[in-house]
């Protein structure tokens, strides 16, 4: 018998394996991001909308739709959440030259969900809007009084946007 010839090859197989592993798990995150950032730009094209924040207290008692095309605008909007805030919400950085903003507050309601809004449809003239609620199973339990808010944000357009609400 070698003395010491059983160590390197076990030493090759040890990092064979290691290699291995480390392959198939680098492919393996690989394909799911690859698939995700495929349906996110298929949804982009569907949809110009993009989520930017929601809260459960937006100040205001009834129902509001807001589009905010410039600066000052957006911080007054904020200033008013953020009046019984410490610390307030930050104020999101918005392109106001490309994009514009659009807010959805839903009133005063009782621990229903959070507001949504998606596009309904797009013509010539308008971008309609559907608003909607995201109610989960712990928003159907609470019985606290909210008024929720949603922001997003969609391209700078001319045409008239439209909420119609789900009936």
Not at 77 to 82: D, E, G, P, Q, T
Not at 105 to 130: F, V
Request: charged share 20%; glycine share 6%; hydrophobic share 35%.
């Amino acid at each position: 018998m070698k003395h010491g010839s059983i160590t390197p090859l076990i030493n090759v197989r040890l990092w064979m394996g290691i290699l291995s592993i480390t392959l198939l798990s680098c492919n393996g995150q690989k394909k799911p991001a690859m698939e995700q950032g495929e349906t996110k730009s298929q949804t982009m094209v569907n949809n110009p909308l993009t989520f930017i924040l929601d809260d459960s207290y937006a100040g205001t008692d009834t129902e509001e739709t807001l589009v905010i095309r410039n600066e000052k605008s957006l911080r007054s909007f904020f200033s008013k959440i953020n009046s019984t805030r410490k610390p307030g919400i930050p104020v999101p950085n918005v392109d106001f030259s490309t994009e514009m903003i659009v807010v959805y507050c839903s009133g005063t309601q009782q621990g229903n969900g959070m507001p949504r809004l998606e596009m309904l449809q797009e013509t010539d003239t308008e971008m309609i809007l559907q608003m909607s609620s995201e109610v989960t199973e712990k928003s159907k339990k609470s019985t606290a009084t909210i008024s929720p808010f949603s922001v997003y944000k969609i391209p700078l357009t001319t045409k008239s946007v439209v909420f119609k609400a789900i009936k």
